[in-house]
């Protein structure tokens, strides 16, 4: 079990309750797709991928980013046990989806990156250092049941 | 798969088959290649926070060294390794001045920056798995001076750009 102390739990709540799941999601996602091309494998059912505005515009990118920054939500709330609470989307990501973990990691940085964008120097060494830890707790989960 | 009609790619045979004559990018064999337009968008950008370098680059290194605490380690003869330091934030300035002067021969980065390879390579000798951790923090950083100027295709360009700049660092370790 992961341990966390009050002043990350603080950090991670707090920024949490300050972003726009949509927004955010959208532009972490749109960020991957654009930074990353090749992630672009995954999504060959999501239309228009075929430059950063199409990308930025896509409304099924939009759609899932909203959905993996809700996932993100879950963990979240369950800081105690993310292992559990994302085991079945672990295994829906490594047996259905077949999703390469190193993914999870490139959304993970990007998500950061966003982070910062939005917040400036509000988002502190400290708190960077809490987000990273969250989110490497995050994919260990999500990288958990691939077998 | 690219829409263009026959008639607009560039080589045709007689039985109305076809295909596209690619630009070959000249791919250095060890790094990936700047486009003209990552090279504008990497100009533009350190004009724009070249008065700032210092800062961003203090900024960077104090990330660096709370976020991925095992960097300390090359830098035990520093007194004091919080962000506010000012050993921190002269190295940082250090760091980003590097950087400007790989802006500034960016056609050639490897030729730019060969003295410092020089110095990675056989004094410093940083394992290159660290010039990733700092890319990131620089990332971070420079999203947080620019805000949303610095776009997904700027981003993508910096990150090239560093990745680069990284390789080069390492190409005489062995």
């Given amino acids: ?147 | 798969m690219s829409s263009l009609s026959c008639a607009e790619r560039d080589i045709v045979f007689g039985d109305g088959h076809c295909f596209i004559h690619l630009e070959h990018k000249r791919q250095s064999p060890k790094t990936m290649s700047l486009s003209a337009h990552d090279k504008e968008l990497i100009v533009k950008v350190w004009t724009k926070i070249s008065p700032k370098a210092a800062q961003i680059g203090g900024d960077a290194l104090g990330r660096l060294i709370v976020v991925f605490p095992q960097t300390k380690i090359y830098f035990s003869h520093f007194a004091d390794l919080s962000p506010s330091s000012p050993q921190i934030k002269a190295h940082g300035a250090k760091v980003l001045g590097a950087i400007g002067e790989a802006v500034s021969g960016i056609d050639n980065v490897s030729a730019s920056l060969s003295k410092l390879s020089e110095l990675h390579a056989y004094n410093l000798r940083v394992d290159p798995v660290n010039f990733k951790l700092l890319a990131h923090t620089l990332l971070v950083s420079l999203s947080a001076t620019l805000g949303a100027e610095f776009t997904p295709e700027i981003h993508l360009a910096w990150d090239k750009f560093l990745a680069i700049i990284a390789a080069v660092l390492s190409e005489k370790y062995r």
């Fill in chain 1, 1 to 147: 079990m992961v341990h966390w102390t009050d002043a990350e739990r603080e950090a991670i709540n707090t920024f949490w309750a300050k972003i726009d799941h949509e927004e955010v999601g959208h532009q972490a996602l749109t960020r991957v797709l654009v930074v990353y091309p090749w992630t672009q494998r995954y999504f060959s059912t999501f239309g228009n991928l075929s430059n950063a505005t199409a990308i930025a515009g896509n409304p099924k990118v939009r759609a899932h980013g909203k959905r993996v920054l809700d996932a993100l939500g879950d963990a979240i709330t369950h800081l105690d046990n993310v292992s559990a609470t994302y085991a079945k989307l672990s295994q829906l990501h490594s047996e259905k989806l077949h999703v390469d973990p190193e993914n999870f990691r490139l959304l993970g940085e990007t998500l950061i990156i966003v982070l910062a964008g939005h917040f400036g120097a509000a988002f502190t060494p400290t708190i960077q250092a809490t987000w990273q830890k969250f989110l490497a707790v995050v994919i260990a989960a999500l990288s958990k049941q691939y077998h």
